[in-house]
């Protein structure tokens, strides 16, 4: 069964980075499978960040205007998200995950405040 | 892109009700590659069908899905208090992959 979990700061300050890691274990990343970021702001619905494959080919919501990077490490299992230029907007619950396999981490809480 | 469009936004029923609830596409999505997650409260998603009709292993069977090309519901046949969560529609057959807004199912 495929675990994901997610890590990083759950707090950065306005203008900064937001940078998370998603460890996967029970598959290799290098499957056949497109590893997604999906984000919630409190109260709010599911936004999808964007993905990628092991060739490290990646795919974005245009919506996020280039501010946003996923990678993937092969060698640790893992991959990555990072977010520029953070604002209060960005503040929300992010997910890695393989949404059409059903598989969802937990979920990590960021704040974006000062 | 794909939007997915799902109404209505809140549907307030009773238990042992039926609940129907609607995604319907922008345009045609391929292969159906449609699922449905449910969200509880404080929880991450779950899926509970895709290909729009097929339901994962465990799920129960007063879970169903249908429809083809633009528009597809989910069926829910007989309330459970489990149930009263909320339902997002996904599309997966291109990128980006996006989620409906959601339907809120809340106890009447």
């Known amino acids: 069964q495929v675990q994901l979990r997610e890590s990083g700061p759950r707090l950065v300050k306005p203008s900064g980075t937001l940078s998370l890691t998603c460890a996967v274990s029970g598959d290799s990343i290098s499957s056949s499978r497109w590893w997604t970021w999906v984000r919630q702001p409190p109260g709010k619905g599911l936004e999808w960040i964007g993905e990628i494959y092991h060739s490290g080919s990646a795919n974005y919501n245009a919506s996020l205007k280039g501010r946003v990077t996923i990678s993937v490490d092969k060698s640790e299992n893992k991959f990555s998200l990072m977010l520029t230029s953070v604002t209060a907007a960005d503040t929300a619950m992010y997910y890695c995950?393989?949404?059409?396999?059903?598989?969802w981490g937990q979920g990590i809480l960021v704040t974006v405040s000062s | 892109d794909i939007v997915l469009t799902q109404s209505p936004g809140t549907l307030s029923l009773s238990p042992g009700e039926r609940a129907t609830l609607s995604c319907r596409a922008s345009?045609?999505?391929?292969?159906?590659?449609l699922a449905w997650h449910q969200q509880r409260p404080g929880q991450a998603p779950r899926i509970l069908i895709f290909e729009a009709s097929r339901r994962v292993t465990g799920i129960p069977d007063r879970f169903s899905g249908s429809g083809s090309g633009t528009d597809f519901t989910l069926t829910i046949s007989r309330l459970e208090p489990e149930d009263f969560a909320v339902y997002y529609c996904q599309h997966y057959a291109d990128s980006p992959r996006t989620f409906g807004q959601g339907t809120k199912v809340e106890i009447k």
């Open positions: 345009q045609t999505v391929n292969r159906n590659y």
């Open positions: 995950a393989d949404p059409p396999s059903g598989f």
